[in-house]
């Protein structure tokens, strides 16, 4: 009798593979105890197996995870450790393509990136734009074509369903959805993040801006110079006019002394004969002396308080220029924005606003603008699936890897160094795991995690259960939509 061969079911192939990624794990605790002649209980092995997820979830290393163990009694080295790290992170993978397979349906547009560790360590990003389920976090070279091909089509062939990808504004990517087109015969839609594209345009404003309030600065330096000159040369002034008034009142009554004396004011030896007038004579001389002084001063004030007018005449006059270029850029700037929204419906619209603003920089900058946006098709992609009178609320963005990035950035500091092994590629994985199962800390921990919102619940079960004892995720109601965005006629549905 001849038997045929069957082919295997999906689900079947991934529950084999799980089968066999867990009893790799058993035949390393079996072969641990042959070679040792205190063998560990079931009990034990569970209490290691925990210990281990612990710290790797926690991102600790595994030189504390070899101290925490022998610090609790347990003889186990780094190399053993190592070998156990390499049989769980192949279970955690087969859970991962488990956990793709299951979602791959549901998963229409992605949002990628590459962000760097330092210099020259570099990881390859990709999640879900809807729920924020990241499908592949990993490390690579470089960010050239060459290098990311192979993870965009590696990524294509377990999602096949995905119909937009949202980037930066990186050259690079245009080439390879092109490709990915070309080779699997598809019509994926390349998004570029308008966000980026705003982030772009603001440093690019940044020298006028920057120029701008240096001269206000500026402008309020001299003024408050002015100021002060001014009201010294105020008490200044009046103090000389105290001085002035006291000479009069010393030479009046010097000629009353002399009248009262019967003497003649140049009359020979009068001083020596004479004391009290001596002593008249002598405040009339330090009276005088402090008045020039005092004319001196309020001399340099005046000339002080001259040079500052003319500095803050040509000031004003670079500021009111400055301002105008400022507050036009921002204007033009405005304008880009509401392109964007779709509040601006044409490219040819958007260009015969900008080149309105003619005077200064302000035409070089319009000229860059207009360049940007042609250059930038795909920050306007979608706006072809809208009517004129549509009007896009939010700025399309990559918001939600850059969420991420943040919530990895902890775990990338805590690593010292990022080398391409077999474990690196595995620990990657279990944070791209723990990442998908995890709710986040904000709002009391209510907020779903990424696989949650995508309709499936892992029941109550932790994470150590899902990955050494059953595996267990139930998919329950959840309304399932494609690519939307938000508009001023309400969510608007992308076409698939």
């Known amino acids: 009798m001849q038997i045929k061969n069957k082919n295997r079911s999906e689900p079947s192939v991934n529950a084999v593979q799980l089968y066999k990624a867990r009893q790799d794990i058993k035949d390393f605790w079996q072969w ?24 790797q979830v926690s991102g600790r290393s595994v030189n504390e995870l070899a101290y925490a163990l022998k610090a609790k009694g347990i003889p186990i080295n780094r190399s053993k450790i ?3 790290l390499k049989k769980l992170y192949q279970l955690i993978e087969a ?17 990628a990136d590459e962000t760097f560790k330092g210099d020259e360590t570099m990881f390859y990003e990709s999640m879900d734009h809807n729920s924020g389920y990241l499908l592949a976090f990993l490390l690579i070279d470089d960010a050239r074509f060459d290098t990311l091909f192979p993870h965009y089509e590696h990524l294509l062939q377990e999602f096949p369903n995905i119909r937009y990808i949202i980037t930066d504004l990186a050259p690079v990517y245009p080439k390879i959805v092109s490709r990915l087109n070309c080779s699997y015969k598809k019509q994926i839609e390349h998004i570029q993040c308008q966000v980026h594209a705003v982030r772009n345009i603001l440093k690019e404003m940044r020298p006028i801006s920057q120029r701008y309030r240096k001269e206000r600065q500026n402008l309020r330096s001299l003024t408050g110079s002015m100021k002060e000159k001014k009201e010294k040369r105020k008490k200044s002034l009046k103090s000389l006019r105290y001085y002035e008034k006291r000479l009069q009142t010393l030479l009046q009554r010097r000629d009353t002394l002399q009248k009262a004396l019967g003497v003649r004011r140049c009359q020979k030896n009068i001083l020596s004969q004479y004391p009290e007038l001596k002593e008249m004579n002598l405040q009339i001389s330090n009276v005088r002396s402090t008045i020039k002084g005092k004319q001196k001063a309020l001399d340099s004030y005046n000339n002080k308080i001259y040079s500052l007018e003319q500095r803050l005449r040509s000031v004003k006059i670079n500021e009111k220029k400055l301002w105008y270029e400022f507050i036009t850029h921002q204007k033009m700037f405005k304008q880009f924005i509401a392109y964007c929204k779709h509040s601006i419906c044409s490219l040819q619209k958007f260009s015969d606003k900008i080149k309105r603003y003619k005077k200064g920089s302000c035409k070089a900058f319009g000229k860059a603008l207009i360049r940007f946006a042609k250059d930038n098709s795909g920050l306007f992609r979608l706006h072809r699936h809208l009517g004129d009178d549509v009007r896009v609320n939010r700025l399309i963005s990559t918001n939600r890897i850059e969420s991420f990035n943040n919530w990895v950035k902890s775990y990338k500091d805590k690593r010292r160094t990022w080398k391409d092994t077999m474990l690196t590629a595995g620990y990657t994985s279990l944070l791209r795991l723990n990442f998908n199962l995890t709710r986040r800390l904000n709002n009391n921990g209510r907020t779903l995690s990424p696989l949650e919102k995508l309709g499936y619940s892992l029941n109550g079960v932790d994470l150590y259960t899902l990955l050494f004892k059953r595996f267990r995720i139930v998919r329950f109601d959840v309304e399932q939509t494609n690519f939307e965005i938000d508009t001023s006629c309400g969510r608007v549905q992308m076409p698939t």
């Open 32 to 55: 641990i105890n042959n070679s040792k002649n205190n063998s560990f209980s079931q009990e034990e092995i569970e209490a290691i197996q925990r210990i281990v997820l612990e710290f």
């Open 82 to 84: 190592d070998s156990f």
């Open 95 to 111: 859970v991962n393509t488990r956990i793709d397979r299951m979602v791959a349906p549901i998963i229409h547009t992605i949002e």
